[in-house]
């Protein structure tokens, strides 16, 4: 009898091991990510020649976005590589790329020493993250949700977001922390190094972790069989699924870029409160995100995907245009969180199963490029844009337009929830 009860406990524990090893290399990627933007103020004098500041800043934004872009082709070729060669053999293959592309801005020279070098191997670096982080969500999603148990692939998948936006705050922490620590001129000079070191160090450390998983047993079962795999001609097979890819996300990107990257801008250059304020803002908010997380993955496991993403299909159609508005004229930071934490608890709805939904559309032999490629297509079109969009309408004195465009795109995936099948109810997953 005792010996059934360790049969039992053994698969679980296996399980949990595996989605935090995926989870932990998510959060490392992550940091990775966003400390390119954290610490821009402090290396873009270091890369591109002396002048106007705001010039600087353009040609980091610039770099910035030609890795966002990279993140559409990350998802082609990391997700039929995970297709063909496995799940964990991809995983481990991303978080290398990234350790890459973070040691290579940490100890190239400056502009005064090397020239024009300086700014073209920082593009390079970008170019290899933004593949790589293509990669590890079309990878990270797809693992996560086939190795997790049946019935519980809502909470596991969910801690997808949980390490992204962890990975946020790590990159949040790690500057004030050097700030803190660092004086104003040993941060321009060198400290933003350190941040980059910390995640090559910590991305070494993960492939050793993903080295160790366990591939997951839908690959080993029927992916790895399969005659075609991770075939663009293939996924061509399923233009519906993948139409459905975009439809899902496009609402769903612009409403968490909006209420995480942009919001904290909108707090000060808007709301003009002080920038002290907003930092503790953003961090308690995105805090209270990632902990509901998994509670919204778990309850997606009683009562189906579809509540949930119709919870944020209507909740964001009706209520982002008062939310805005009423924290456009806010000057309380208690008040700003109140509305902000609002707002990320609607696309909760969306950001919580997102990843379990679209694994549950596509058979295993495509699944990581079904999930990753038309995602990173719709990301990198509508969620890297939002904050542009934004900032050019404010520029042009019609900052409420872009309250509409919000809600607008999240109507759009609204219809998509409300005429969507139940992905419970019939999972690829399930063969």
Known sequence: MTVNVNEDVRPGRRVIGNVLRGSIGNLIEWYDWYAYTAFSLYFAKVFFPSGDATAQLLNTAGVFA???????????????????????????????????????????????????AAPLLLVVARLVQGISVGGEYATSATYLSEVATPGKRGFY??????????????????????????????????GWRIAFVIGAFGAVIVMYLRATMDESEAYLTEGRTSAERGSLRVLLRYPKECLLVCGLTLGGTVAFYTYTTYLQKFMVNTSKIDINAVTWVNFLALLAFVVIQPLAGALSDRVGRRPLL??????????????????????????????????????????????????????????????????????????????????????????????????????VSLIVYATMRETTKQSALDG
């Open 66 to 116: 030609v890795g966002f872009l990279m993140r559409p082709i990350g998802g082609w070729i990391m997700g039929r590589y995970a297709d063909r060669y496995g799940r964990r053999a991809a995983l481990t293959l991303s978080v290398a790329m990234m350790a890459l592309g973070s040691l290579v801005i940490a100890f190239t020279p400056g502009y005064a020493s090397i020239g024009v």
């Open 157 to 190: 998948s969910s801690f997808q977001y949980v390490t992204l936006t962890a990975g946020q705050l790590v990159a949040l922490g790690v500057q004030i922390i050097l700030q803190n620590t660092l004086s104003a001129a040993e941060m321009a000079s060198w």
């Open 310 to 411: 119709l919870f944020f299909g209507v909740a964001g159609t009706l209520l982002t245009v008062p939310l805005l508005s009423l924290l456009a004229g806010t000057r309380t930071p208690a008040l700003a969180f109140l509305i902000m934490l609002g707002s990320l608890v609607i696309v909760t709805g969306y950001t919580s199963i997102n990843a379990i939904v679209k694994a549950e559309l596509f058979p295993t032999n495509v699944r990581a490029m079904g999930v990753g490629l038309p995602y990173a297509l719709t990301v990198a079109i509508f969620g890297g844009t939002a904050e542009y969009i934004a900032l050019w309408l404010k520029q042009a004195g019609h900052e409420s337009v872009f309250f509409y465009y919000v809600a607008g795109c999240i109507l």
